[in-house]
Each structure stands twice: as structure tokens, then as C-alpha cells.
């Protein structure tokens, strides 16, 4: 699993490394695979996945493969079930789960933490985006637009 996560950032990386010269470096990583240890955390590594897939498709992010190499360093902290007894979920008699994403962004001395969840916009997120995908669609979303308000702060 840990050669099959190596492999797709690094294809991932080398795919983006063709894209926009203006796309800012971002490295993606978790606690646990700092010092070139591998994460034994197979939550983290799914949510490393399904990541790369949704930052992979932001025009201003281009993952890079090496931390020396990134502006961002995004590291997935881990991830949350909680359940939601929202009025619809009670109307309906069931249980629904809203699962989030979370990561921390850390820019030169600037660090703050994001999350992202499973919660709202319909079931799943579509075709093929399941909670946890679309928990991490939603932190790519948000990252996508810090890079956009902070894009001159970024390019000092």
C-alpha cells in the first residue's frame, strides 16, 4: 500500500510538474512519513489519495515531490465520523454520517489548520466521489482560494 501511495504522488507530481508555471508548489505528506518514514495510518494514506486526486486538479496548486521544493506544505493530520441527526436524516428514520478531512497548511512562518466534511450539497458529491472524497474535495477547494487571496503574499 505505502509503494502504491509513493508511486501514484510521484506520477501525480510529475503530471502537475507540467502545468502552470503561475500554480504555486505544494508538497503533500502526514506526521508520520516526515523523516522518509512511511505513514502506517491507512485512513491518512486514503486521504493522501483522494488529495492528490482533487489538488491534482486545481490549475493554481502543482504537487511537487520533495518538500525543499514546495511554498505549501499541507500535512493530513488525520480524519473524523461524527453523526448528524439533522431534521431530513430524522424525517427519513436514519443515521447519517458526516466525515471530515483534516489537514494543517503551513506558508514560511504562517501555519493554520483546515478541515473539510462529507457534510451538505447532496449524497456523496457525485459520480465516483464518495464522503471521504468529497471531504477532501472541499479542503482542495479551500486551499485553492487561500492561494488565490494570498497569491502576492506567496510569490515574495
Same mark, same amino acid.
Given at each position: 500500500?505505502?509503494? %502504491? ?7 501525480a /507530481?510529475?503530471?502537475? %510538474?507540467?502545468?502552470d508555471? /503561475? *500554480? ?14 512511511? =505513514? ?10 483522494d ?19 514546495? @511554498? @505549501? ?11 448528524? *441527526? ?28 483546515? *478541515? ?26 479551500? @486551499?485553492?482560494?487561500?492561494?488565490? =487571496?494570498?497569491?502576492?503574499? %506567496? *510569490?515574495?
Amino acid at each position: 500500500m505505502t509503494k %502504491l501511495l509513493t508511486l501514484l504522488l510521484v506520477s501525480a /507530481a510529475t503530471v502537475v %510538474l507540467a502545468g502552470d508555471p /503561475a *500554480s504555486v508548489p505544494l508538497f503533500l505528506t502526514t506526521p508520520a512519513t516526515i523523516g522518509g518514514f512511511t =505513514d502506517p495510518n491507512k485512513e491518512r494514506q486514503d486521504s493522501m489519495k483522494d488529495l492528490v486526486e482533487a489538488l491534482g486538479k486545481k490549475k493554481n496548486i502543482r504537487l511537487v515531490a520533495a518538500q525543499e521544493q514546495a @511554498i @505549501i506544505v499541507l500535512e493530513v493530520l488525520g480524519r473524523d465520523v461524527r453523526e448528524d *441527526s439533522g431534521s431530513f436524516t430524522k424525517a427519513f428514520g436514519g443515521k447519517n454520517e458526516v466525515k471530515t478531512v483534516r489537514v494543517k497548511l503551513s506558508a514560511g512562518a504562517f501555519v493554520t489548520e483546515l *478541515s473539510g466534511s462529507s457534510a451538505g450539497g447532496g449524497f456523496g458529491g457525485g459520480p465516483g466521489r464518495g464522503a471521504w472524497k468529497k471531504a477532501a474535495y472541499k479542503v482542495a477547494d479551500q @486551499i485553492e482560494a487561500w492561494i488565490r =487571496d494570498n497569491q502576492a503574499q %506567496l *510569490s515574495k
